[in-house]
């Protein structure tokens, strides 16, 4: 699957470039458009930024309405590439003051500073968590010390 999205949008980005024996740097690309797990939908400017690994889909689209739809997100000329990402666990963080917390990226937690992690993806469970975020994907709640 990496290796099929690699090989795809390379073809898209360099095909036309290709085709051209006197391109310049200048030339238009295709719109690189991500949306997350939790809904949001952004430009991206540099595709390497992205995990692919997180990747649940791409989909490649030149249609005028496609091309209308992200319109919003940049110049869709040379065609959008979608990128829908993977939903994630919901990582919730309880300090040593006893504050309960979501937490977007866990490499920002000090290791040093973790007493316990528990992963919780029953029902019940999740259910105490839903105030936090999306707990579809189970819940992965880090108590500090």
């Not at 992205?50 to 869709?76: C, L, P």
């Not at 309960?100 to 993806?121: F, G, H, L, Q, W």
């Given at each position: 699957?990496?290796?099929?999205?690699?090989?795809?949008?390379?073809v898209?980005?360099?095909?036309?470039a290709?085709?051209?024996?006197n391109s310049s740097?200048?030339?238009?690309q295709?719109?690189?458009?991500?949306?997350?797990?939790?809904g949001?939908?952004?430009k991206?400017d540099?595709?390497?930024?992205?995990?692919n690994?997180?990747?649940?889909?791409?989909?490649?689209?030149?249609?005028?309405?496609?091309?209308?739809?992200f319109a919003?997100?940049?110049?869709?000329?040379e065609?959008v590439?979608y990128?829908?990402l993977k939903a994630?666990?919901l990582?919730v963080?309880?300090d040593?003051?006893?504050?309960?917390?979501?937490?977007d990226?866990m490499?920002s937690?000090?290791n040093?500073?973790i007493?316990s992690?528990?992963?919780?993806?029953?029902e019940?469970?999740?259910?105490e968590?839903a105030?936090?975020g999306?707990?579809s994907e189970?819940?992965?709640y880090?108590?500090?010390?």
């Amino acid at each position: 699957m990496k290796n099929l999205f690699l090989i795809l949008v390379s073809v898209l980005i360099c095909g036309s470039a290709a085709a051209q024996q006197n391109s310049s740097n200048d030339e238009a690309q295709p719109l690189v458009v991500v949306k997350n797990a939790e809904g949001k939908t952004y430009k991206v400017d540099d595709m390497k930024s992205i995990d692919n690994n997180a990747i649940e889909s791409v989909t490649v689209m030149k249609s005028e309405a496609a091309r209308a739809e992200f319109a919003q997100y940049g110049d869709t000329s040379e065609g959008v590439v979608y990128i829908k990402l993977k939903a994630q666990p919901l990582v919730v963080v309880k300090d040593a003051e006893g504050k309960t917390y979501k937490v977007d990226d866990m490499k920002s937690i000090d290791n040093n500073a973790i007493e316990s992690v528990t992963v919780i993806k029953n029902e019940t469970a999740r259910a105490e968590f839903a105030q936090y975020g999306d707990t579809s994907e189970g819940v992965i709640y880090i108590k500090l010390k």
